[in-house]
């Protein structure tokens, strides 16, 4: 069992930053680690993935303003916001390897 607990949620203004964590139990070291979030009323939505290699995929919707990574010796994973706009309004999910969910982090991006 994996366990995950992200932070770093909160409200901003358009045009803010936010820094999303996700810090897990286990070595995230060759794990594939996702975002996702939903949105109220909406299904879940994926948002970014770094492989077990490395390698960074991204949705259309946040592609070119969020950047995920992770740090091995904090078994930690990022997601650096940028440019949000209210559109990015939802829960915000990390998982692990497919398998594992955190609890979520609100993110609101209002005026």
């Known amino acids: 069992q994996v366990q995950l607990v992200e932070s770093g949620g909160g409200t901003v203004q358009p045009g803010g930053s936010l820094r999303l964590s996700c810090a897990a139990s286990s070595s995230v070291f060759g794990i594939r680690m996702d975002w996702y979030r939903q949105a109220p009323g909406k299904e879940r939505e994926w948002v ?28 930690t994973l990022y997601l650096q916001m940028n440019s949000l706009k209210p559109e990015d309004t939802a829960v915000y999910y990390c998982n692990f390897a497919g398998a594992y969910w955190g609890q979520g982090t609100q993110v609101t991006v209002t005026s």
């Open 48 to 75: 970014a993935r770094i492989t077990s290699g490395g390698s960074t995929i991204y949705g259309d919707s946040v592609k070119d303003r969020f950047i995920i990574s992770k740090d091995k010796t904090k078994n």
